[in-house]
């Protein structure tokens, strides 16, 4: 079955505890049970990357999928496709032109979410 991964890196954060109720906010969210594994992030103090692996539904375009699911949780995304290798790749980089569905989405800073490659 196809997994995709969801990778978000936080911002303000100074502990694993908001991490993982962030954690547990985008799982609700997505409807997902999932995978997940919380890191301090080593490039800042105040950060942590939250990773979500998750089943999708194989009898509905995969592109799609990801693209209802990111959405959800905000906006925009930039969106890669590698035709060849099918894959599909979305990027999220905070802005302040950024459609943050819930406040407490407020803290993240960059996110990834492609298809799972293990």
């Given at each position: 079955?196809?997994?995709?991964?969801?990778?978000?890196?936080?911002c303000?954060?100074?502990?694993k505890?908001?991490?993982?109720?962030?954690?547990?906010?985008?799982?609700?969210?997505?409807?997902?049970?999932s995978?997940?594994?919380?890191?301090?992030?080593?490039?800042?103090?105040?950060?942590?990357?939250?990773?979500?692996?998750?089943?999708?539904?194989?009898?509905?375009?995969?592109?799609?999928?990801?693209?209802?699911?990111?959405?959800?949780?905000?906006?925009?995304?930039?969106?890669?496709?590698?035709?060849?290798?099918?894959?599909?790749?979305?990027?999220?980089?905070?802005t302040?032109?950024?459609?943050?569905?819930?406040?407490?989405?407020?803290?993240?800073?960059?996110?990834?979410?492609?298809?799972?490659?293990?």
């Open positions: 079955m196809t997994k995709l991964r969801l990778t978000v890196i936080t303000n954060q100074k502990t505890e908001k991490a993982q109720k962030l954690s547990d906010l985008m799982k609700s969210i997505v409807s997902t049970d995978f997940e594994q919380i890191d301090k992030y080593t490039k800042s103090n105040d950060s942590f990357k939250i990773s979500l692996v998750f089943d999708c539904d194989p009898t509905l375009n995969l592109a799609n999928q990801m693209i209802e699911i990111a959405d959800r949780l905000f906006a925009p995304w930039t969106t890669y496709f590698d035709r060849t290798n099918n894959s599909v790749d979305l990027i999220y980089n905070k302040d032109s950024c459609q943050i569905r819930r406040n407490e989405f407020n803290v993240i800073d960059w996110a990834e979410f492609q298809i799972d490659e293990e």
